[in-house]
C-alpha cells in the first residue's frame, strides 16, 4: 500500500498473562495503512483482530512497538477526536430519540472546531442539518423522534453509524458491526456505508468474520491467523467502485474470495514458528 500514512503498526507485541498460561495475542504486527482507504481485518476468532483494533483505538497498550495515527499516539488522536469507534452493539441511549443520539457528539463538543494534531488542522463536527441529512440518505428519515427500543437491530446501527460519520473523524474503527444481522440487512448497511465512506473518504479500519463482506467493503484486506496473533497477508482488491450487490456474483469478486479463503486455510495449517 502506498500514499499519507493514516495509521502506522510497527513491531506491535500484545500478551495476556505470564508464564505458562501467557496468551499472546498480537505477534510482531507491522501494517501501514494510508490515509482514506477502506481496510478490512479477517480472521478466526482468537487471531487478534479486535486487539489489533483497541491498540489503535488506544483502548489496549502493546507490550512492546508502537502505533500512530496520522502521526501521533492513538491517545492524543482520540484526545482530539480524530478517532470514531462502531462497535457489535450500537450503544445508543434508550431514553434520546435517534437525532438526539446522533447530535450528541455535536453538543458536547460545543466549541465547534477542534485541532488535529497531525494535520496542524481544524475541523468541525457535523451540524444538525447535516446529520438529519445523512439519517434520511440512510432511510431514517421517517425516525427520526423515534427511541432505539421502536428501531429494528438494522436501523440501529445505521443510526450508530451515522452518529460516527457526524463526528468526521479522521479514522472510523469498526469492529463487526453487521455481525448479528441478516444477509438482507447486511448488505443494505454494507452499501450505505459505502455511500457515506465514499462521501467522506474517512479512513476504516473494519474488522470481520465474513470473506464476502471484506472483498465488497475494501480497498485492502488484510488476513490475520491465531497463535500466535499475526498478519499473514495483505491483499489489495482491484475492483471498481462502487459496488452494487450483483458485483458479487462475477468471476473476478469470486476470485479475491477464493484467494483470501486459501490464505486462511494456509495460515491454520502452517502456525507460526513463535508460538508456543
Known amino acids: ?27 510482531d504486527v507491522n501494517l501501514e495503512i494510508p490515509a482514506g482507504r477502506f481496510v478490512s481485518v479477517i ?20 507490550n512492546a512497538g508502537t502505533v500512530s495515527v496520522f502521526g501521533v499516539s492513538p491517545d492524543a488522536a482520540c484526545e482530539a477526536k480524530m478517532v470514531g469507534l462502531v462497535p457489535q452493539a450500537p450503544a445508543l441511549l434508550p431514553w434520546k430519540s435517534v437525532l438526539q443520539n446522533v447530535t450528541l457528539p455535536q ?10 494534531p497531525a494535520t ?3 475541523t468541525t463536527t457535523a451540524s444538525t442539518e447535516e446529520l438529519t441529512h445523512m439519517l434520511r440518505e440512510v432511510g431514517l428519515g421517517d425516525a427520526l423522534d423515534k427511541l432505539p427500543a421502536q428501531l429494528s437491530g438494522g436501523m440501529q446501527q445505521r443510526v450508530a453509524i451515522v452518529r460516527a460519520f457526524g463526528l468526521r473523524p479522521d ?6 458491526p453487521f455481525s448479528a444481522l441478516d444477509e438482507f440487512t447486511r448488505e443494505s448497511l454494507q452499501e450505505h456505508l459505502l455511500d457515506l465512506w465514499d462521501e467522506y473518504k474517512t479512513t476504516v479500519v473494519f474488522v470481520t468474520h465474513s470473506v464476502t463482506e471484506a472483498v465488497r467493503l475494501s480497498d485492502t484486506v488484510v488476513v ?45 495449517r502452517t502456525p507460526s514458528t513463535s508460538a508456543a
Open 1 to 27: 500500500m502506498s500514499g499519507v500514512a493514516g495509521i502506522r503498526i510497527d513491531a506491535v507485541n500484545k500478551t495476556y498473562g505470564t508464564g505458562a498460561g501467557a496468551l499472546v495475542a498480537l505477534g
Open 43 to 62: 480472521g478466526p476468532s482468537g487471531c487478534g483482530k479486535s486487539t489489533l483494533l483497541r491498540a489503535i483505538a488506544g483502548l489496549e497498550q502493546p
Open 107 to 116: 453538543r458536547v463538543n460545543r466549541g465547534g472546531s477542534r485541532r488535529r
Open 120 to 122: 496542524a488542522g481544524t
Open 171 to 176: 479514522v472510523l474503527l469498526m469492529d463487526e
Open 224 to 268: 490475520m491467523a491465531p497463535r500466535p496473533g499475526r498478519i499473514v497477508d495483505v491483499i489489495d482488491i482491484d475492483l471498481s467502485r462502487p459496488r452494487p450487490a450483483a458485483q458479487i456474483n462475477t468471476p473476478a469478486f469470486h476470485h479475491y474470495e477464493d484467494l483470501i479463503r486459501r490464505r486462511l486455510q494456509d495460515a491454520w
